[in-house]
């Protein structure tokens, strides 16, 4: 059996690879399981090379450099070059993650069950509960028992969903982060990441159109991966006070336009995405002119591509603008 394991980097500080290389040798495998690390240096600030060859790891890596694309965009690089060669399964990892000893020998275990898509809980370095348990959708999800739900593992738990289910959360929650995500490689042989998306949605997506695919879905309440704190696009996009918060919630615009426009959704799905698509205008219109009258000037290209998808949306700025206000704060934790 073989696993490829994608590492995109971009870091500003040294020693996070090698934490996640280290977490990648720690990995404890079946017998004749074997991995390929590939690590794709997205133009990173500290070179991943550094790092690399110095390393007497276990697990072989390959070091792949390109100019900076963002992490789907390297993401996308790492499948393709895996696309030519034989592997069972696909793992992603982001630099500044760690996995538990377990995580691999777990998933693969779940995916050889006649499953082709797992994830699993995860917590970050500064939280003192785990994703899952601090998540609305997966709490619920957790105890759900119904037609659509095989339970593999009752105490864990651990549960495989169908497809109009894990669709349905899926698009109602982003329920996967990435370094927890082990899939079949025949899935991803054609399927890449949105990198018009790099700064929100463009993971989302991708696990939604896996299971658009068909890819059967598995979820493990076990926390088997820790998420540390390096660069990180989408979380540091949450000061009120940066432009960056703005062109958050334009790119999440984007993402649910995306999704109403790429994938084949069911009624009540197309319903949720409606949904998504009317509160990230306000937030987004709400948040753009309250920059520009502070005197901060969000990202303008940003503005004219979803002005192309969205041709009402800047006309209406305003008006969203002054029905917002008055309820800033409540509308603000949906955002």
Not at 81 to 105: E, G, K, N
Not at 183 to 207: H, I, K, M, T, Y
């Amino acid at each position: 059996m073989n696993i490829a394991v994608i590492i995109p980097f971009f870091q500003r500080e040294g020693g996070i690879l090698s934490r996640a290389l280290d977490s990648v040798d720690a990995q404890i495998l079946p017998d004749g399981c074997s991995l390929t690390v590939l690590v794709i240096d997205d133009e990173s600030p500290v070179p991943a090379r550094s790092e690399i060859e110095s390393r007497q790891g276990r697990v072989p890596v390959r070091l792949i450099e390109q100019k900076n694309g963002g992490p789907g965009a390297a993401r996308n690089t790492g499948l393709d070059a895996v696309a030519a060669d034989r592997f069972d399964y696909v793992a992603f990892l982001d630099s500044d993650d760690i996995w538990q000893p377990t995580h691999l020998q777990d998933a693969v275990a779940l995916l050889e069950r006649g499953h082709d898509f797992h994830f699993c809980d995860h917590q970050r370095t500064e939280d003192d509960i785990t994703y899952f348990e601090r998540t609305p959708a997966l709490r619920r999800m957790r105890g759900e028992r119904h037609g659509g739900v095989t339970v593999l593992d009752p105490e864990i738990p651990i549960l495989a969903f169908d497809q109009p289910s894990i669709m349905a959360a899926s698009v109602d929650t982003y329920l996967s982060q990435t370094s927890t995500v082990v899939v079949r490689q025949s899935f991803v042989q054609s399927l890449r990441f949105e990198p018009l998306l790099r700064n929100a949605g463009e993971d989302q997506l991708f696990w939604l159109s896996l299971i658009e695919a068909g890819a059967r879905a598995v979820v493990s309440w076990k926390m088997n991966v820790l998420c540390g704190r390096g660069v990180n696009v989408y979380f540091d996009a949450f000061d009120w006070k940066s432009t960056k918060v703005v062109d958050r919630t334009g790119y999440m615009l984007m993402f649910f336009h995306t999704v109403e426009r790429r994938l084949s959704l069911s009624a009540s799905d197309r319903k949720t995405v409606a949904d998504r698509v009317r509160r990230y205008r306000r937030a987004y219109s709400y948040l753009f002119l309250r920059s520009l009258m502070q005197g901060r000037v969000p990202s303008l290209s940003l503005t004219w591509k979803l002005a192309t998808l969205d041709p009402g949306l800047v006309p209406a700025m305003p008006l969203r603008f002054l029905a917002v206000l008055p309820k800033r704060q409540a509308e603000s934790l949906q955002w």
